[in-house]
Nanobody, 114 residues
């Protein structure tokens, strides 16, 4: 079993920044990738950013140049630095562990509004 706990969400004004964290525990391995996904109101869940075990990254088109994913293997934690936030970034953000089985966190709400 793998447990994922996201934190760092909240209310921020357009143009602001937030840093999300996802702490992993349990039967985890640094051999696998992790990622951030989001689901906005009335929308399907979509990829935000992904990072492989070797540190290779991939981003959804709508966040390229604004968001940065990183991981600290010693802390079993993955981060999402979000800059220049827009109202359309409002969503619940979920952490995903891409191991032999997929695991998901419970999500953290990000609201971008003035």
């Amino acid at each position: 079993q793998v447990q994922l706990v996201e934190s760092g969400g909240g209310l921020v004004q357009p143009g602001g920044s937030l840093r999300l964290s996802c702490a992993a525990s349990g039967s985890i391995s640094n051999l696998y990738g992790m990622g951030w996904y989001r689901q906005g109101p009335g929308k399907q869940r979509e990829l935000v950013a992904d990072i492989s075990n070797r540190g290779s990254t991939a981003y959804g088109d709508s966040v390229k140049g604004r968001f940065t994913i990183s991981r600290d293997n010693a802390k079993n934690t993955v981060y999402l630095q979000m800059n220049s936030l827009k109202p359309e970034d409002t969503a619940v953000y979920y952490c995903r562990y891409r191991g032999p089985m997929d695991y998901w966190g419970g999500g953290t709400q990000v609201t971008v509004s003035s």
